[in-house]
Structures are given as structure tokens and as C-alpha cells.
């Protein structure tokens, strides 16, 4: 045999490691779908409903204090306390914040 058949015997070699690198890519895929164990919930699939119910605005409060002063009392320990006023403290219920009367706006010595 000349050059053709060493040609022809390469070509059906890369064509039968192709076939078998797409049998196992398919067996993979096709074992894949076949998990039970999901990470991931179906796409469809709700969660059931709340047992619980929202904090009222004085058990939001008291819970915002808490954090604060454990937040504080930590500092302490660390060596870095910086007390912050509670007035500066963002509100963490979505509530829009009071706007300052026009009165109040006013500079003092308008007044």
C-alpha cells in the first residue's frame, strides 16, 4: 500500500475517536438530567407561606437598639468605639423619613 492507504486508516481512526468522544459527551448529558438530587428547586416549585408575622413598629425599635448597643458594647471591647447617636441611625423599616418643617428650615435669625 502507498501513501492513500496510511491516509485512509488515519481518517477512519479520527472518525471512530470522534464517534466515541460523542457517545460519552452523550451519555454524560443524558445522565445528567438523570439526578435526583437537585441543588436547585423546579422552576415552578413555591415556597410554602409565612408562619411568621412582620414586627410591629416597637419590636422594630427595640431590636435596632439592641444592635446598636451590642455593636457598641463590641467596639468597646476592640478598642475602637465611636458611639453614634441613635438619631443618625438609618431607618431600616422602608419608611420615608419626616421632612423638616418650614419653620425649622428656616435660619434663626429670619425667625
Do not use: Y
Amino acid at each position: 500500500m502507498g501513501p492513500t492507504g496510511t491516509r485512509v486508516t488515519s481518517n477512519r481512526r479520527i472518525a471512530s475517536l470522534a464517534c466515541a468522544g460523542l457517545v460519552v459527551v452523550a451519555a454524560a448529558v443524558v445522565l445528567s438530567g438523570c439526578s435526583s438530587d437537585s441543588a436547585f428547586p423546579a422552576v415552578h416549585d413555591m415556597p410554602a407561606a409565612r408562619t411568621e408575622t412582620k414586627l410591629t413598629p416597637d419590636e422594630v425599635k427595640q431590636a435596632t437598639d439592641d444592635l446598636i448597643s451590642d455593636r457598641d458594647r463590641t467596639e468597646a471591647k476592640a478598642g475602637t468605639a465611636q458611639p453614634v447617636a441613635a438619631t443618625n441611625v438609618p431607618a431600616t423599616t422602608g419608611s420615608i423619613p419626616q421632612k423638616k418643617s418650614a419653620a425649622s428650615a428656616q435660619p434663626a435669625a429670619q425667625q
